[in-house]
């Protein structure tokens, strides 16, 4: 198991930008994958990005290439997601999933952080 701590979440303007944080604790980070979900109200929590043990591989939802980056500092461990371009339609809370496998779109992380609002305004 890993202890994650999301931050970096707030109001935003449409077309402004957001980094996220997640700060992880108790486990090796370098040992596990990293991702960001997100759920908004009345919505199922849905795959946004994620990024390989070492940082080599990232993946991206259709709905966010482009616009969000996912990076992480193992030194620090500690993964972030750089969203750009903001729309309303990204607002959510954005959670922060581990894994010691790959995590892919249709996979569950077994650890999960408490989430961050975010919120953009049109």
């Known amino acids: 198991q890993v202890q994650l701590v999301e931050s970096g979440g707030g109001l935003v303007q449409a077309g402004g930008s957001l980094r996220l944080s997640c700060a992880a604790s108790g486990r090796t980070f370098s040992t596990f994958a990293m991702a960001w979900f997100r759920q908004a109200p009345g919505k199922k929590r849905q795959f946004v990005a994620s990024i390989t043990r070492n940082g080599g591989s990232t993946y991206y939802a259709d709905s966010v290439k482009g616009r969000f980056t996912i990076s992480r500092d193992n030194a620090k461990n500690t993964v972030y997601l750089q969203m750009t371009s903001l729309k309303p339609e990204d607002t959510a809370v954005y959670y922060c999933?581990?894994?010691?496998?790959?995590?892919?779109?249709?996979?569950?992380?077994?650890?999960w952080g408490q989430g961050t609002q975010v919120t953009v305004s049109s």
């Open positions: 999933g581990a894994d010691p496998n790959i995590i892919t779109v249709s996979m569950t992380p077994s650890s």
